[in-house]
Each structure stands twice: as C-alpha cells, then as structure tokens.
C-alpha cells in the first residue's frame, strides 16, 4: 500500500471499459502521480480493445485486485456494479474511486465509506466537475462574499433523454438510474461546494414516457426499455446555511430556457458554469446591476479540450478534465493534502438523492441525516500541482 511519505505514481487500474472509459485512460497522463497499469470488464473483449486502444493490458478482474502493481482501483462500471466492485478492491487493500453515483442504495454507500475508513484506505467518487476551473471560480467569488449571503438559488437538468446517443441505455431507466441518481450528483455535488450540506428536502416525481426506444447506432437499436424509475422529479433543497433551492431534472423536456444553476445572494446574484464540465464562464451582478462575466478557461483545468460526437458544429468545445478527482487523491496519498472529492461527499449526496425520490414517493419531506463539512476549497496554485 502507498503511504502518505510516498511519491511514486500511484498503479491505476480500471474496471469497467464501456462508454466512459475512453476519456478518463485518454486524460490520465496529463495528470501527475498516475500511472495507468491495467483494464478489466466482465467482457473481456471490451477490456481488450480499450487496452490495445489506450496502450494498457487488458487483466481480470481477479488478476487486477491480485496485483502488487496497482495501487488504485478505478470503478466504471455500471451503477448498480459500483457497490461490489468497489467493496471487492476496497477488501483486497486497494483505494477506490468510483463513477457516480457512490452506489445505489445509501447503507451500501455507508459500509462503503466505513470499511475504506477502517482500512486507512481512501475512497473517492465523481463528480469531480467541481475541481475544475469553473467549480473553483464560482466557490471563489461565493468566499470572498462577492454576492454576499446565499439565501435562494435553482439548478435545473432537463433534456429528452439518453437512449438517441447511449448505445446500452437500459440502466438509466430502471432504479438505480434516472435523473436524480444519474445526473443529480454533479448539481448537488456542486451545490453542496458552494453552500454546505443539505439538511431537508421536499419533492415530487412521475414517469413522463412509460418506454423508451433506442435511437442511438449499436446493437440494441429499435430495442424498447420500459422505465421504471420517475424521469421528472422536482424538489426543494433546505441547505443548513439555510439557503433554499429548487431543483428540477427530467428526461421529459424537448427544449426550455433555464440556466443550470442560479444562486441568488443578499448583495447580487451568480450563475454557476454547467456542472458536468470542468470550465466555463461565471456570471455574476452586484445586487440589480446586469450581468458581468468571469471566464474559467485561463484558470487550471479550464481550457476546453473535449466536444461530444453528438453534438452540434455550433456547440463550443467543453473542458473534460475526468481524472482530475483521482489526480487529487493520489496526491492526497502522496502528500497528505485534503481529500476532496471523497467518499463521504458522495455519501451525503447519496443521502440527499434517495431523500428526495422518497419524498417524491411518499409526498412528506424528508431530513438528511449524514452532515459533513464542505470540502476546503482547491487553490489555483495547488490545482496546477495536480498537471503531470
Ligand atoms: N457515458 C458517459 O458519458 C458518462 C459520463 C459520466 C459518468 N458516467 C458514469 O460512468 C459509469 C459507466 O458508464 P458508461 O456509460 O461507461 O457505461 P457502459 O455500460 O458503457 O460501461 C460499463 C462497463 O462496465 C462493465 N461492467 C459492468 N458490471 C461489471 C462488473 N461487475 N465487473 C466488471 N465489469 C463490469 C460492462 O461490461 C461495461 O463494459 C456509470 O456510473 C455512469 O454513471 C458515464
């Protein structure tokens, strides 16, 4: 195990070599103290190719947790994957971090966060968007009291869905997916960033469409899903701070106008950068005065590097950054900085998701009960530290 007086790289191997495996083993040489060792899946042909295409060794699963050389395990697998794979790396003695959600089940997600903590293991989980350029500008200006104190915002994530570009959509729609648990963790990860934990939360869901039907190029065209999980849910987020914001996600909507996150202060407002980017630009006012601009992209991991095959040519480039999060706890092993991106952030957003579909479910607001800190900010000089 690598210990805090250690600076090798740090072994990293990837279970899970689907959809969002590329970026992170395209990424993870810009980023210091990582040194990419190996690529399982339960498909060993999957794990193949995206080792012959990234310059890695496709291993087992079984191989990979056996191995002296790998230090970290990083876990994209599919959501409902996340808790035994992770519980497996964690119980072989290697650090996680995970795609989000940290689980799907919160006392999965507390053995979880416990047994990394009982082994002196670290545990991490996405989002990591938070780390990035824009995250960091937003949480600077919030800081340095530029729109004074919070008292209102809104977050709003609303699209018409996954099946026309995911070619293996079904998990989105079953429990364990939808909006809330698929996407809510990169705008209460944020949220809670910026403002500090979650206390309460009221809430409302439905199914807007009973099937879906795959649309994206793939094996599975033509396929039909039958959701089974709300794909619109609306909430209202009592933060201990005692900011207000409501929330709204669904996989429902064609088109609308609202602006990803808004946070309305006693001395102006802010729109904070799309949380599943790692740029952007920062909008703020001072009290009613017009919108002004801070742009991230001069900032560490704000340039934009990345642009999806689906969208768009008039589309801007986005700064894609993953890796960025394991970047910051191998250097958290490595040098004992702060964790920040951790499994205990995940944890309470996990809590705060299943709090809101029970709300929506049973119509009585519901408490959060895990209570953590906010994670200490990420300064601009040791964010440029975590550059290979
Ligand atoms: N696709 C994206 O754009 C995107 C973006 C951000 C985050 N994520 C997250 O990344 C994770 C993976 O998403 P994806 O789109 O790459 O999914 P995917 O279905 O394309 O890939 C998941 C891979 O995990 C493998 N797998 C599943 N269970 C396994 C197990 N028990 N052991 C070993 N391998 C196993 C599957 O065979 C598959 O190859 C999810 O948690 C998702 O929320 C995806």
């Not at 395209?26 to 399982?40: E, H, I, T, V, W």
């Not at 933060?239 to 429902?252: E, N």
């Not at 394991?326 to 958290?332: G, H, N, P, T, Y």
Request: hydrophobic share 45%; glycine share 10%.
């Amino acid at each position: 195990m690598v210990t805090a007086a250690s600076t090798r790289p740090l072994g990293v191997g990837i279970i899970g070599a689907g959809v969002i495996s590329g970026v992170y083993m395209k990424n993870m040489p810009l980023f210091a103290g990582l040194s990419l060792r190996g690529c399982a899946d339960m498909r060993p042909d999957a794990a193949r190719a995206q080792a012959a295409a990234h310059g890695t060794e496709p291993m087992t699963v079984d191989a990979m947790l056996a191995s002296p050389d790998i230090d970290m395990i990083l876990n994209l697998t599919v959501p409902n994957a996340h808790f035994a794979v992770s519980h497996a790396a964690l119980t072989a003695g290697k650090h996680v971090f995970s795609e989000k959600p940290l689980c799907t089940n919160v006392a999965d997600g507390r053995r979880l966060v416990a047994e990394a903590e009982q082994r002196g293991l670290l545990l991490g989980c996405a989002p990591d968007t938070f780390l990035g350029a824009g995250g960091r500008l937003a949480r600077q200006m919030i800081d340095d009291g530029r729109v004074g104190r919070i008292v209102a915002g809104s977050a709003f994530l609303m699209s018409r869905g996954m099946e026309h570009w995911h070619p293996d959509p079904e998990f989105f729609f079953k429990p364990g997916g939808g909006p809330i648990l698929d996407l809510g963790p990169y705008y209460l990860g944020a949220l809670v960033n910026l403002l500090g934990p979650i206390a309460r939360v009221q809430a409302q869901g439905s199914i807007g469409y009973a099937e879906r039907i795959i649309t994206a190029p793939g094996p599975r065209t033509g396929e039909r899903i039958k959701v089974e999980t709300p794909t619109t849910v609306t909430a209202l987020l009592q933060f201990t701070c005692g900011a207000q914001v409501s929330l709204a996600m669904s996989w429902d909507v064609h088109r609308h106008s609202h602006p990803g996150i808004e946070l309305y202060g006693t001395e102006g407002s802010l729109r904070v950068p799309d949380p599943n980017f790692f740029g952007g630009i920062v909008e703020f006012t001072e009290q009613a005065g017009d919108w002004q601009t801070a742009d991230s992209a001069s900032l560490a991991f704000g340039k934009p590097n990345w642009r999806s095959p689906s969208w768009p040519a008039s589309r801007p480039d986005q700064a894609n950054y993953r890796c960025l999060g394991l970047a910051e706890m191998a250097r958290s092993l490595q040098h004992g900085t702060p964790h920040r991106s951790s499994g205990r952030l995940a944890l309470h957003v996990l809590e705060a998701m299943f709090a809101i579909l029970t709300a929506a479910e049973t119509g009585v607001a519901c408490d959060v009960e895990m209570a953590i800190d906010r994670p200490p900010a990420l300064e601009e000089a040791e964010a440029g530290l975590l550059f290979a």
